[in-house]
């Protein structure tokens, strides 16, 4: 298998809004407080990247592991890595992960497991390259994926999203 989508894709970053957007046009997620990366999955293959492109499955092998469990043999998959700590998210042991000693990593994927947080699917499961298609129509793809192939894993899970910028404001 061979992905219709280069590793040398960069994701769209947000952008900077001195207050929310409000139209019919819009739509809202929350800002997570973690990595940004894109999962590569082809056949027996799982790569992790940063948003720069910088590799990140060597630290955070139980995400690999999980995305390697998904029936779904290809994809790609953009959203962010976090981890969850006493209600909240920790960037402290997020960094804590960036660790040249393997052992090290694996000791923490077990002491404080990742998740993955998705917010657009990139590639479809028929390897499909969807980032031509406008964000309303990935989104849709991207609900019927993570019905498809998320529900037994609780290592990966769909960012929620809002029309409603009430509800963003909330958020924020």
């Known amino acids: 298998m061979t992905l219709p989508l280069n ?11 001195s207050e929310l957007p409000a139209g019919p046009e819009w739509q809202y997620e929350p800002k997570w407080d973690g990595f940004r990366c894109l999962a590569f999955r082809d056949g027996k293959r799982v790569d992790l990247q940063s948003k720069a492109g910088k590799p990140l499955t060597r630290y955070f092998p139980e ?16 959203g962010e890595i976090v981890i969850p700590q006493d209600g909240g998210l920790s960037f402290d042991q997020l960094l804590m992960r960036i660790h040249p000693a393997a052992s090290r990593v694996l000791k923490l994927s077990k002491q404080s497991p990742a998740t ?4 657009d699917l990139l590639v479809d499961e028929k390897g499909k390259s969807l980032v031509n298609l406008p964000l309303h129509a990935r989104r849709e793809q991207l609900e019927r994926f993570a019905r498809k192939y998320f529900s037994k894993n609780k290592s990966i899970c769909l960012s929620p999203v809002a029309e409603d910028v009430s509800v963003a404001r909330e958020w924020f």
């Open 116 to 119: 993955f947080i998705v917010f």
């Open 63 to 78: 995400l690999a592991t999980a995305l390697m469990a998904l029936p779904a043999k290809q994809f790609v998959l953009d």
């Open 7 to 17: 590793k040398k894709y960069r994701p769209m970053d947000a952008m900077p809004a």
